[in-house]
Each structure stands twice: as structure tokens, then as C-alpha cells.
């Protein structure tokens, strides 16, 4: 049989290790043997191999490579930038090709640094003994240093304390690419650059004052011919008999490639692939920065820039799409922002952020708002498309020494938040009353998973009677918070909070169970005169996938009927008749739970949704009732308008609570109107649940 033939990752493999091994033979591996180059060949590319396909990514492989290439005396910089340009060709799947190359390049220099310092170390030793030795042995001693200084692979330079270069050996010149003579002309103070790490100059004139003995730093250089070469350099003092200073020796080993690589690395870690904008992780290195050292009275603005409606553009045109149309908005800010010496970062996903360096006030960072969307505003071509992008953006300016970049950055995300929910395609300013609002609404959200866990929650309940008798018929459950700090605060306090975070549901679950649980026991003692129990529900929970198998697991936990249960569900949260929820909520009324319109009278609800939704009642609402009660008692046109709301109800078969009733005289009116059930201070305020117990047994004639 036909072997089949190799898959794309095996042939590719293939091809990787014959350039390998025609790589380290074409004249690179001359000084080596046969029987130790073909060995060497196989195991470097075997663990080159294992690095490439392991899961998940090791670099100890790679780096082992690069450190045997080294032992073989594979040191030649032009062997480190042919493998690293042949690893880069190599495919890779999942994006790991710059550590490959990084491991490989990493085991590389350090094995050379390693055999470096151990021939600077022999050095060390042999300038040591030259010293040291007696006068018998002066000349042996200066012969074994000036083979060492002639031969060695690194440059090597000798110098007096005032700096003049005094002798260079060889590599030390090719390294400068100037002759001897031309170097020997030269002073130490000459070789200053402008990328000379803080601090190499005073560690210089401490060593040469006989303060420290060496140092070492990694130092670029100009060559004889102006271009740049990166050193590690290791500067030593030599002192005489009696101790005196006398000397320095610099060591030199050529780095240039291996900087090179890393700066690329760098540039990769830091700039975003897509847009090659700096990142993430750059924009934060820089704010870092501007806080770390600020001078008095610097000012600083942020402007947080997200496009509206890219979600759609991604679903509908696909994300190459989505993808060129984020290269273009770059370009665009990065051309308009970048002349005026502000950062622009693309922070991820639709998210850019643009930093302004000693802002001088809001209008500054006003105006580089405008500017943005000023540069987005014109259409851009894709392709063939013409795409119109809006922008959302946040504006933060403030003096540096009044924040820190986390609390910036929370306050640039927030006022974009404010700046989307208030309309989008404009800028808001940061507004430090809001933006406190908004943390301690956060703050409140964060600890609402606590407070029920701690039972910091408890219900209170408020009757709803009958205004034919004033009998109380049902009960609804009204959740309050015991917040240590703040006191008991009301549904209206954090709520709204609760549905914004998405905790509605595990605290809607809680107090559902809790009411639940009290309906029971009251249909326990009092059996058919028990009231029914409210429990409201919001639009989100509705929408919860687990919403029919909670308030199953729910009833039967507790044992209650069905039918002693109705949820409430407010008018500006109705949900149409093409909501998914809807199919939800007819199953519970199947079960035998009952539904009612909260609040009604107070939203823009279609009337014609009474009749699609599978609701039994409608509460009219408080605030509707006590108004027209306010504009006077005389007022025939607002209490005919509720009248009508009674008549409508009715004609849908739906049962009537007026909310909001804290008179007599408003009880027997809605009652003369046909209204059938009423709430309010006129009739109990929300209680613990012994009251109401108290309340039924006495109007039952219950004794307990």
C-alpha cells in the first residue's frame, strides 16, 4: 500500500528541518566535526520541533536550542538573525511564533552571555595575576594576557583614569569598524549617547575615583560609520600594588541583534496588532508615568471614545469589515490627535482612549472631544461601502495630583457610560456629583450579594381590601434593606440598582420564596379567608430564562397554591405582544398564577395590550389618584378619566385596585365608581407580617 501523503503541519515540518540543517552546514559549522554537527542538527531541530507543537506553549525547548547552538561555537550574530527569520516562517496556529522566536533568542544570548562572562572572568583572573604575580613571572603573565586580550571574541579596551583610550584589541575594532590608531585618540567622555541608560556616568567617575571596583550596564555606541551597535558592557578598575587606582578595562560584547529582536518583541507586547496603535498595556505605562512625577500644578484629560452601533456593523457586514473599519478609524484619529502630541490607544474591541499631557482646563479637553468627532464624522469607504460611524465620548479633565489613573480611568468610563445613555454621537464632561452618584451605586450593587447572604433583607407587607367591606383580600410583599451604614432604605433606594447589575433575579428569587412561605402559613391558619400575596415582578426577571422553573421550585417548596399567588408587573415595563417573555408568563397563568398591571395610568402603554396580555387585573396608580385628589375634590374630568379606567377594566374582565387611597372619602367614591379593591395609608401602611396575621385573625374572629 501507498503510504498517504504528510498533512499540511508535517510537510511544513519537513521543509522547516531541511532549511535547519542547510542553515548550520553551509558554512557556519566549518569548525565542527561531522560526527558533532549532524547530531547537532537533529537534536536542535527535534526541540525546535517540540516547542512548535507542544500544548500548552513551553520555552524551555526553544531556549535549550539556542543554548547548544552556542556550546558548538554557533556565536556568530548572523546565525541568531537567519534562525530567528527562519522560526518567523515557520506557521504557527495559535499566534505563539514571537515567544518561539523570544525562547530561541533568550537561550541563545544567554548561553553567550554565559560564556562570556566566563571568558571575562578568565580575564579577570589573568590581569589579576599580571598584578599580582612575582617579578619572575611578569613576563609569563603579560604573555597569557595579551594572548587573552588579542584573541578573546569580545572587545576589550584599557584606559587611564582621565578617560583616554590607551590600547583596543581587534574585535574591539571591528566591533567600531575604526582602526586601532583612530581609536586610541579618543576619550571615554567622547562616547556619550543620547540613549545611555540614568546613572552609567556617575557609576563611571565613582569607579575611576576608586569608589566601586566595576559595573556593568547594556550601552549603544556610535560606529566609526554612524550607525548604532548595542554593547553589554563590564567596566573593571585596576589598582597597583599598594591598592592605588591605575587603570580601567572595558569589555564589550556586541548585543545588537539580540536588542534589536527584543525591542520587536517590545513593540509587539505593547501595540495592537490590528490598528498598531499602542495598546492596553502602553496607554497604562504611560498614565503611570504622568502620575509618578508630576510637577505642581499639571493638569491632565481623558477621553474615552466608543463607536456606537459596531456590534451591527460586525453582524451584518462580517468582521473583516469590522475589522478594516477599526484600521480606519485609527489612521483617522492617530493623523488628526497625534500632530497636536496627544496619545491615542485602542484600549480593545470598539474602545479607543485618547490622553492629553498638561491639559491647560475643560475647554482643552472639550475641543479634543470635538475633535474626535469632528474626525469621524465623514463617511469612510470599505471596500465599496460607504459606512457612517458615530461616536460616544467621555471627557475627564483634572489636576494630576487630585486622582490616581485607576480612579481617571473609572471616571472616563462612567461619564462614556453617561455619555451613551443620554443619546450617543456626543461628549459628556465628567460631572464629580454624578460620577459619585454612580460609584455608590455601584457600591450598593457590590454589596447586595452579601446583605442576602448576611439576611440584612425583610419584607414588609401592605393590605389590599375589598371596597365593598373593607376585608382584606390580599397582601403585598414589599422588599426593605437594613443596610448597616445607611439605615432601612425603601424599594425606591436600590432597586433600580438591582435591575441595572442584574441581581433583580437572585433577590426577586429571595423575596418570591420568602412571600411565598408567609402565604402558606397564613392559608395554614386561616384557610379560605387567607389573603392572596403580591409579589412584583420586573421586566427583567420576566425575560429570565429560569423564571418559570424558580416559581415552580418556589410554590412547591412552600406548599402554596397556585392560585393564592399574583405577580405584578409594572405599565412602563409591560412587555409587548411579540415579547418572547410573553409565552413565559401565559404558562404561569396556566399553572393557576394570576397577573396585574402595576401602575397604571402612568406609562404610554397601548390599551390594546390589556386585551393580548394574559393579565386578571390593573392597579391604577397612587401618584394618579393623589394628583387629582390635590387639584381638588371638584375636579369631574380626572376622577371621570379613572372612572373610565374602572369601565374599561371591567369590559376586559379585569379586576380594579385604586393604589394611593388615604382618605375615606376617596374609598367610597372609587367604590360608588365600580372600583373593587383599594390600597393605601387610608387602609395600612406596609407592616412585618404579624400585623397582618393580627389583622386577618380579627376580622375572622380568629383567636389564634
Avoid at 520587536?264 to 490590528?274: C, F, G, K, N, S
Avoid at 493638569?299 to 473583516?320: A, M, P, T
Avoid at 425583610?458 to 373593607?470: K, M, N, R, T, W
Wanted: charged share 25%.
Amino acid at each position: 500500500m501507498t503510504a498517504p501523503p504528510p498533512g499540511p503541519a508535517e510537510a511544513s515540518a519537513v521543509r522547516f528541518r531541511d532549511a535547519w540543517s542547510r542553515l548550520l552546514r553551509e558554512g557556519h559549522g566549518a569548525a565542527v566535526s561531522p560526527g558533532i554537527l549532524g547530531p547537532l542538527v537533529s537534536r536542535t531541530a527535534e526541540l525546535l520541533g517540540r516547542a512548535h507543537g507542544a500544548e500548552p506553549f513551553r520555552p524551555e525547548p526553544a531556549e535549550q536550542a539556542g543554548a547548544l547552538l552556542v556550546d558548538a561555537h554557533f556565536t556568530d550574530p548572523a546565525v541568531l538573525a537567519r534562525a530567528v527569520a527562519l522560526l518567523e516562517e515557520w506557521p504557527v496556529a495559535d499566534g505563539r511564533g514571537p515567544e518561539l522566536v523570544g525562547a530561541f533568542a533568550a537561550g541563545w544570548s544567554g548561553a553567550l552571555r554565559d560564556r562570556t562572562l566566563r571568558e571575562q572572568e578568565a580575564m579577570r583572573r589573568a590581569v589579576d595575576l599580571a598584578r599580582r604575580g612575582a617579578e619572575k613571572a611578569l613576563y609569563a603573565s603579560e604573555a597569557r594576557f595579551r594572548a587573552v586580550f588579542e584573541t578573546a571574541a569580545i572587545g576589550i579596551g584599557i584606559g587611564d583614569l582621565e578617560g583616554n583610550i590607551l590600547a583596543v584589541n581587534r574585535a574591539l575594532t571591528e566591533m567600531f569598524g575604526a582602526r586601532a590608531e583612530d581609536m586610541r585618540h579618543l576619550s571615554v567622555d567622547k562616547l556619550v549617547h543620547p540613549e545611555d541608560a540614568p546613572g552609567v556616568w556617575e557609576a563611571y567617575r565613582e569607579l575611576v575615583r576608586g569608589r566601586r571596583e566595576h559595573f556593568q550596564c547594556d550601552k549603544p555606541y556610535y560606529r566609526h560609520d554612524g550607525e548604532v551597535i548595542w554593547t553589554h558592557l563590564t567596566v573593571s578598575l585596576i589598582r597597583d600594588e599598594e591598592g592605588e587606582p591605575r587603570y580601567q578595562v572595558a569589555m564589550l560584547e556586541d548585543v545588537t541583534d539580540q536588542h534589536r529582536l527584543q525591542e520587536r518583541l517590545r513593540y509587539q507586547a505593547t501595540h495592537d496588532p490590528l490598528t498598531g496603535l499602542p495598546n492596553r498595556t502602553a496607554f497604562f505605562e504611560r498614565l503611570e508615568r504622568l502620575f509618578a512625577a508630576p510637577d505642581p500644578g499639571a493638569r491632565f484629560g481623558l477621553c474615552s471614545v466608543d463607536l456606537d452601533g459596531f456590534k451591527n456593523i460586525n453582524d451584518s457586514l462580517g468582521h473583516e469589515t469590522g475589522d478594516q473599519l477599526l484600521g480606519a478609524v485609527a489612521d483617522r484619529l492617530q493623523t488628526t490627535l497625534a500632530p497636536l502630541g496627544h496619545l491615542v490607544a485602542r484600549l480593545g474591541g470598539d474602545e479607543f482612549i485618547v490622553l492629553v499631557e498638561g491639559c491647560r482646563g475643560r475647554q482643552e479637553g472639550i475641543a479634543v472631544a470635538q475633535t474626535v468627532l469632528g474626525a469621524l464624522a465623514p463617511p469612510f469607504l470599505i471596500g465599496d461601502q460607504q459606512l457612517v460611524v458615530r461616536a460616544s465620548v467621555g471627557v475627564v479633565e483634572q489636576p494630576v495630583s487630585s486622582t490616581t489613573p485607576g480612579a481617571a480611568m473609572r471616571s472616563a468610563d462612567l461619564t462614556l457610560y453617561r455619555a451613551k445613555k443620554e443619546g450617543r454621537g456626543r461628549w459628556t464632561l465628567f460631572d464629580p456629583r454624578r460620577n459619585a452618584v454612580a460609584v455608590s451605586q455601584y457600591a450598593m450593587s457590590v454589596r447586595i450579594p452579601m446583605a442576602l447572604d448576611r439576611g440584612e433583607f425583610f419584607i414588609e407587607y401592605q393590605p389590599l381590601c375589598a371596597l365593598s367591606d373593607g376585608s382584606t383580600v390580599a397582601a403585598e410583599a414589599l422588599v426593605r434593606w437594613r443596610h448597616p451604614e445607611l439605615g432601612v432604605l425603601g424599594p425606591d433606594e436600590f432597586i433600580t440598582t438591582a435591575e441595572e447589575s442584574g441581581l433583580i433575579i437572585p433577590l426577586g428569587r429571595w423575596v418570591l420564596l420568602q412571600a411565598c412561605e408567609q402565604a402558606a402559613r397564613w392559608v395554614a391558619r386561616f384557610g379560605r379567608a387567607a389573603p392572596r400575596i403580591n409579589v412584583n415582578l420586573a421586566v427583567r426577571q420576566a425575560r429570565n430564562a429560569g423564571l418559570l422553573a424558580d416559581i415552580d421550585r418556589i410554590l412547591r417548596a412552600s406548599g402554596l397554591d397556585p392560585g393564592q399567588l399574583q405577580l405584578e408587573i409594572t405599565e412602563s415595563a409591560m412587555l409587548g405582544p411579540h415579547d418572547p417573555a410573553l409565552q413565559a408568563l401565559r404558562t404561569l397563568v396556566d399553572m393557576g398564577v394570576s397577573l396585574t398591571v402595576d401602575d397604571f395610568g402612568t406609562g404610554w402603554s397601548n390599551l390594546a395590550y390589556l386585551r393580548d396580555l394574559p393579565v386578571s387585573g390593573l392597579k391604577i396608580a397612587g401618584s394618579f389618584v393623589s394628583e387629582l385628589h390635590a387639584a381638588g375634590e371638584d375636579d369631574a374630568l380626572g376622577w371621570r378619566i379613572i372612572g373610565g379606567m374602572v369601565s374599561l377594566a371591567h369590559t376586559l374582565g379585569l379586576t380594579v385596585t385604586a393604589e394611593g387611597v388615604e382618605t375615606a372619602a376617596d374609598a367610597e367614591r372609587l367604590r360608588e365608581m365600580g372600583c373593587d379593591w383599594a390600597q393605601g395609608w387610608h387602609y395600612g401602611r406596609p407592616v412585618r407580617p404579624g400585623e397582618i396575621t393580627r389583622r386577618i385573625a380579627k376580622e375572622t374572629g380568629d383567636a389564634g
